[in-house]
């Protein structure tokens, strides 16, 4: 019996291999192809990958920009703010959502303008009646990354910082509400 610690006796690497490793083999690599193709393919073709620009900001512009959007944003009685336009800007902050909750339409394209003020959060949307189907998205700060989202169903939509940012980190979320668009 040969040893798998210790190198078979003999001139073994110039033996021919046998023909079911070969297409074994074959089968191997033409899989891992296949499945490195999909992947590439994957990234580049669909509306699975957020795209947007990202901009270098201070945090005193950050917060200008956020004041700027709350103020002309329309302020409902439950404290949501409903945007004069398409741009919601959302801002991570231990422990909280500055910009939310915020009221948007179904149909309607916004761009998100994300953000932290302190350190990195995830931003994570996740619908309330399904909670397995969810974006997950990383704000920097000094980093403001415009995202566009189309919500096309109507509910409330949770957004949690998935990225451990301190001891109140679990309590850290806010909500999305979209009403119907009267498109």
Known sequence: MTSPIK???GNWWDQPVNRRESIWL???VGWALVLFGWMSAFTRIGDQNPIGETYRVTEDELREKVDAFKDAAEEREDGAYVPDGDDVFVVGQRFDWDGLPVVLETGKEYDFHLSSYDVQHGFSIRPEHAL???INLHVMPGEEWIVPMEFDEPGTYHVLCNEFCGEGHRGM????IVEEGSQ
């Open 173 to 176: 979320h806010g909500t999305i």
């Open 26 to 28: 074959g089968l191997g």
């Open 132 to 134: 397995s189907q969810q």
């Open 7 to 9: 190198p078979p006796k």
